[in-house]
């Protein structure tokens, strides 16, 4: 028995203070147990959010392009000890950012190689481009890296191995292998997998992933007949009222060949549902498509973290959590306040989008809305899974 009430006040809540709109799947044992919609889509256009609206999933993306890069570690192309520069010249002779004792900045040669499993756990050295850190040298020339692409290439027309080899010209934030920084090392990966197979990152992904699962409404470019349905993006204002964002959708402009592998997905709440529940079935999803081995998402969700990275990974919404590959992952029930099972693993984006995947108890939710602010995201993840566990009822569900 699932009892929804609680989890239905708490999301029509959501969207009476907090947010345009939302939508959440729970499925449990391959049954659908739980679905709700509840707002809009498009504030101006009062336009409800529904089966058919599609969200930009951003960071949520990071677990296909992981997905799609162990596809090929299963055909051992690869292992995870690997230096990159083996698949990847151009990652050869990194160097470091570092600062004397009087502050002075100055580069150094890179003390480890970067390892290919590095780029799957954010410990490559490398950073983001979005945070406004005017100390970091890494992050200045990461956004001037950025900046001197989109000069070059307006509208996003370069392509994630150019995007990755001008990383590779980038200097590093730390020693390869020492700490946890979130960063773009997804964007390599994907890279990666075009390196390693030989084709366009966005047809790996529907060849391998997308089409098998049946994932039609799952895509880097959102085709002309279903923009339609795309949800509009949200901010909040200085008195915390909802804006509208028009300066979201640049990766999806027509024309633009950039495949983010850390964040360029859109999707729907069914199409991702049937990705997030093959990976809590074992890989293997309930049409029979085997997407993934039981043993390598295991390796997906065990924390790959030692403890000095652990503290780098200080996330408030992640208390309890450890990183695996390209995901969080449960390790202290009692230091999160879960009432749910060590191993459940998941992810998030910007927008507030939000998976978890329980193979314990064969439970997979997805929730979908649109709105940019950490502050929020803090507030409803973890009050989203508490409130999953707690509508789970009997001996049978548990």
Not at 11 to 35: P, T
Not at 230 to 252: C, H, P, R, W
Request: with cysteine; charged share 25%; net charge negative.
């Amino acid at each position: 028995m699932f009892i929804k009430e609680n989890l239905e006040l708490f999301l029509d809540r959501l969207v009476q203070e907090r947010i345009a709109g939302c939508s959440m799947l729970v499925l449990h044992k391959d049954k659908e147990v739980f679905r709700h919609y509840c707002g809009y889509a498009d504030l101006g256009l009062q336009k409800e959010v529904n089966a058919d609206t599609i969200f930009r999933i951003y960071s949520m993306t990071k677990i296909v392009t992981v997905t799609a890069a162990l596809q090929l570690y299963e055909k051992g192309l690869f292992c995870m000890n690997d230096p990159l520069e083996s698949y990847m010249p151009e990652f050869s002779d990194m160097l470091v950012a570092d600062r004397k004792a009087d502050g002075t900045e100055y580069l150094r040669p890179a003390k480890n190689k970067i390892l290919v499993k590095d780029l799957f756990c954010m410990t490559a050295g490398f950073t983001y481009n979005g945070y406004d850190d005017k100390e970091s040298p890494v992050i200045r020339e990461t956004c001037r890296m950025e900046q001197k692409l989109s000069e070059q290439y307006p509208g996003k027309t370069y392509s994630i191995s150019r995007y990755a080899s001008e990383m590779a010209k980038l200097p590093l934030a730390n020693d390869p292998g020492t700490h946890w920084q979130y960063s773009l090392g997804h964007n390599v990966l994907a890279a990666l997998v075009e390196r390693i197979s030989g084709i366009r990152f966005s047809d790996y992904v529907k060849e391998n992933i997308t089409e098998p699962l049946g994932m039609q409404d799952t895509f880097f470019r959102i085709p002309g007949n279903k923009k339609a349905r795309l949800a509009s993006i949200y901010d909040l204002d200085k008195e915390g009222k909802l804006v509208q964002n028009t300066g979201m959708d640049v990766g999806f402009l027509e024309g633009a060949v950039y495949e983010s592998g850390g964040g360029g997905l859109l999707s729907t709440l069914d199409d991702y549902a049937k990705f997030a529940n093959a990976l809590c079935r074992g890989g293997t999803a309930e049409n029979g498509t085997r997407i993934l081995s039981s043993n390598t998402i295991n390796l997906m969700r065990t924390n790959h973290l030692d403890e000095t990275m652990l503290k780098d990974y200080d996330w408030e919404r992640l208390a309890g959590y450890g990183y695996g590959l390209g995901v969080r992952t449960m390790i202290d029930l009692v230091k999160s306040g879960s009432n749910g099972n060590v191993g459940e693993f998941g992810w998030s984006g910007m927008a507030g989008t939000w998976v978890m995947m329980d193979p314990k108890e064969k439970l997979t939710v997805v929730y979908m809305q649109q709105l940019c602010s950490e502050k929020t995201s803090c507030y409803i993840h973890p009050r989203l899974r508490n409130l999953v566990y707690s509508a789970m009822e009997g001996e049978d569900e548990r």
